[in-house]
């Protein structure tokens, strides 16, 4: 009985994972290295403190929020939250939009697929001035790490073909995704 009140609680926590990314359709998958604290109140590692990026990070700390993660508010956030993202556009290529990779060398090889390089993470530009993400594959991850900055607590990446949309719509729904699976081990989850 107790395995299936279980499942029947962590089927409803994915579909609502699930349900929350229409901007953004792909998989989760999300590993915990060490137990967070407890209570963990989960805030955005910032660099950039612009009132773009600064709304943007609101978006992203309320879509946590609404999944039931705690968020600093009056208390100061426990665990802090880096993020890193890049986006391949259809062709392959890295199209440059935040902050990612640079271009791997020019060779001789037909165009498409994925230029082998290896990822600049962690990469804290997930907040960039612009338009919207055009089409593409989002590469995003989460650190879940003591605000000190010392300990990883838990990683989480999200890989997903962009919709049209604005970026705060698309923000809003990676903290969902993000809120209702922090802390969790999270193996290829479709969102």
Do not use: K
Request: aromatic share 4%; charged share 15%; proline share 9%.
């Amino acid at each position: 009985m107790r395995r299936l009140l279980l499942a029947l609680i962590l089927a409803g926590g994915f579909a609502n994972t699930a349900a929350a990314m229409e901007a953004c359709r792909g998989q989760l998958s999300a590993s915990p290295l060490r137990p967070l604290p407890a209570p963990a109140v989960v805030g955005v590692d910032l660099t950039d403190n612009s009132p773009e990026n600064t709304q943007l990070a609101a978006a992203f700390t309320r879509g946590m929020s609404d999944a039931g993660a705690q968020v600093p508010g009056s208390r100061a956030a426990t665990v802090e939250l880096r993020l890193s993202w890049q986006v391949l556009s259809p062709g392959g290529g890295n199209d440059g939009q935040g902050g990612g990779n640079p271009s791997a060398p020019t060779s001789n090889r037909p165009p498409g697929g994925i230029d082998r390089a290896p990822p600049d993470i962690p990469n804290q530009h997930v907040f960039l001035h612009g338009p919207p993400l055009q089409a593409g594959l989002l590469i995003f991850r989460a650190e879940a790490r003591d605000p000190s900055g010392s300990t990883i607590y838990w990683i989480g990446s999200v890989q997903c073909t962009l919709q049209a949309g604005e970026n705060e719509r698309l923000l809003y729904q990676l903290g969902q995704v993000i809120g209702a699976s922090i802390g969790q081990r999270r193996d290829h989850v479709p969102i």
